[in-house]
């Protein structure tokens, strides 16, 4: 089946309808993994939610067709750190088409559990909703729960935090969520059988989940953003070259108006404690640690600054928050970056870091899942020349 | 709702809050025999959604009388806006709330193109500021064909207004063209403050001397947001001509007057001292904020 054409006015529906289409025949399900790249021209223009909910609905059809590995991450990245209960659910029922299971999964899973609690919400993967569904039988959190009922003993860890959650001094979950959360505590406690231990038997392996690469492939050589201007908090002008060429770099990419907590807000927060800890290890002025904004028409230098400087980060030579003074797509081309638009603002981003060499080639890049200071760090000082 | 009839409408609240706390309080049993039948004094039943406890932790199927009162079209439109908003005050409950809220935003999807208008609207309002989905379609259909719209235009694009994500841009553009409704024309001007491709939009009204001088005052906002440059520049030439509005002159000299952004324009000893000169202009406004420029200065 060939992928149609899909692009930002292409309804809904339409796209919707192919998705239908690819349910009714798993064999072609490769093709949905492109649908959920946040570039992907298909989001061009589009509002977050109806990103979200088209992302949902892809995700959600991986139940039935079964889970390529290569949508593995964006699953990942959905239960770690998705804010809209549609997705997140959409990305517990896909779990359960799988055939090799994240070896964090079940930590996953009760960290998007914990998230979602207070924001719950009735969902419904039947058909694409452009309207709400009669009294939809299920809601995030029930999916969640769910997935870890079908994990079954290989979700023993969970089961201390699922008995607590029954604890009669707790509260915060619905009737509906507290049957599910019996039924999933039956399950996970059953003796495995003989065949499930082995985890290649089973059928359910565990694999890592990947978010750093090694690489110089990934990225587009052919963009030069050697002279390509750019603005810092305070005004000053600079281009590419001039500020990232000379020492290995650190990039991470973020915008001030983003609504989700676990990534912009945290990413530059986990920016400003990487400056720390360059400057605890000598590497100060050795190394540069910078932000660019993906929204470089609002994040202007006096809001990168506030932005940064209430997170923790201290701006100096080496150290900035940048924007494009004009367009952001040669950066995007030049470092492949999963970010999509709609008609104002972002409409949806991955989380992504880069670290480049002193020569402004991209050696790691770290996306979708959260990273840590230390593997950034220990990136970082493989760039630095000897 | 007016500010006029938003107040009165609280001040009867607060009235009969106190009347409850009082000795006229419903104990909750019979509260809750009154609101389980489906018919009676509306006015009773009011009084008992008022009485009914929503804090203590064994609360729940309170909670749900009051979805279940909401969502009944054959409540009379006070008591299901009693029970919405008796179940608004109770959503900030935090985790005593969230067993409940997957059900309490459902039910508000559900009569949010309920035939009361009121219901309508505070319900809309709950699922905007949710930054619910088909709320925001809801909405949007409404501005693209009015014929089908479920609260007034300025309302759906206020409403839109709690969601920066939203893609609400192109049709509020739309919607600025084409209505005359000032009140309209205002709230989308506020909108699209949030929306850099509108810079050139402000830029526009701002100069053009026959748009109103609210129009005018809120594109200076717009454009200050959006590009700071930009507005030093066209703020600068409208406090020199005086031609212009005084109002408008007078917003935009507290913009150069205030915002961190323009200490040049204010170490302009030119600019300055054309901003003197205004210190002796028959307008009260502009007069005041050149003063409040010079003081400033001064400092």
Known sequence: MNVPAFGGGTPADEIAAYIDTVRRTPAQRDALVGLLAEQSPVYAGRSTNEAERLRGYVLASFETTGLPPAALAYVCEELESGQNPYTVAAAAKAIRGADIVPDR??????????????????????????????????????????????????????????????????????????????????????????????????GRRAAPVEHATTLSSVTSAEENVENLELQDQNGALVTFGEFFYGRPSIITFFYTRCMNPDKCSLTITKLARLQGKVSEQDLKGQINVAGVTYDPAFDLPQRLHAYGADRGMIFDDRTRLLRTTGPFEPLQRRFDLGVGFGSVTVNRHRLELVVLDDVGRATSMFTRMLWHEDEVLDAARAATPL | MNVTDYRKLYEAQIARRADLAGDTAIPEVRARETLSVSSGDPEARIRAIESL?????????????????????????????????????????????????????????DIATDVEPQLREDVLEVLAIEKDAYAQDLLMRGLKEPQSALVPPAKAIQLLGYDVHADFAPV???????????????????????????????????????????????????????????????????????????????????????????????????????????ESTPSINLRSSAERFIQMQSK
């Open chain 1, 105 to 202: 999964l079940v930590s996953l899973l009760l960290r998007a559990i914990d998230r979602i609690r207070p924001a719950d919400d009735a969902v419904s993967f039947d058909s694409y909703p452009s309207a709400p569904s009669h009294r939809p039988p299920t809601t995030a959190l029930m999916e969640l729960i769910r997935t870890l009922a079908w994990l079954g003993p290989r979700a023993g860890a969970s089961l201390d935090t699922m008995e607590s959650m029954l604890e009669s001094h707790t509260i915060g979950f619905s009737a509906a969520v507290q049957a599910e959360i019996k039924h999933a505590i039956n399950a996970v406690s059953r003796p495995e059988a003989p065949a499930a231990r082995s985890c290649c038997a089973s």
């Open chain 2, 53 to 109: 406890p929503l804090t203590a932790t064994e609360s729940g199927s309170n909670i749900s009388l009051l979805l279940a009162t909401l969502h009944n079209p054959e409540e009379p439109a006070a008591v299901r806006a009693a029970a919405l908003h008796a179940l608004k005050a109770a959503s900030f409950l935090g985790p005593r709330f969230a067993p409940y809220r997957a059900e309490y935003l459902q039910t508000l999807r």
């Open chain 2, 172 to 278: 509020v553009r739309d919607v600025l063209r084409r209505e005359s409704d000032a009140a309209t024309k205002e709230e989308a001007l506020r909108l699209l403050a949030a929306d850099p491709a509108s810079e050139g939009l402000f830029a526009d009204l701002l100069k053009d001397k026959l748009q109103p001088t609210p129009i005018r005052a809120l594109s200076a906002t717009g454009l200050q947001s959006l590009n700071p440059q930009s507005f030093e520049k066209a703020a600068r030439e409208i406090i020199a001509d005086e031609s212009e509005d005084d109002d408008l002159r007078a917003t935009c000299l507290g913009a150069l007057t205030h915002i961190r952004d323009y200490q040049k324009t204010r170490d302009d000893p030119d600019f300055v001292q054309q901003v003197k000169k205004l």
